[in-house]
């Protein structure tokens, strides 16, 4: 029952850490990884599930945000909209490769799905990011 609550708290983690709330699914694994309860390998599994979903989840109210675009509580001004449109034109998908990335990531994913990048092109780059950084920490880890 201890497995169950540890992998349940980790895809919690890891899924509200990739959206756009402040949360860090780091420290999470880290602990995990270094109690040696679990294999790494489920915990990374595990953890790479909860992050991309969490991901795709911000691509969807990407595809759907523009739709309340001129309503007052929406969360950025056109002209800051404007420019992460921009940028993402400038540097393209390939910039997915960063939304792993804390500060710049999470919105990464979100502007994607404003700029209607293919579904499956984004979860592959998306993917690659956030499946690299947990190999990379569990790496240092271990």
Do not use: C
Not at 77 to 87: D, F, K, N
């Amino acid at each position: 029952m201890a497995d169950l609550a540890a992998y349940l708290g980790l895809f919690g983690a890891a899924l509200l850490a990739a959206t756009i709330l402040p949360m860090q699914s780091e420290a999470v694994l880290s602990g995990l990884i270094l109690a040696g309860r679990q294999p790494v390998s489920a915990l990374l599994i595990v953890a790479s599930l909860g992050n991309v979903l969490g991901s795709v989840i911000n691509w969807l109210l990407g595809r759907s945000i523009e739709h309340f675009r001129d309503r007052r509580w929406f969360p950025a001004s056109p002209s800051a909209l404007e420019r992460a449109q921009g940028w993402y034109r400038r540097w393209g998908r390939w910039s997915l490769l960063l939304s792993w990335a804390p500060i710049v990531g999470d919105p990464l994913t979100v502007v994607a799905g404003v700029m209607r990048e293919p579904f499956w092109i984004f979860l592959a780059l998306v993917t690659i990011a956030k499946v690299g950084r947990y190999l990379v920490l569990a790496w240092a880890l271990t």
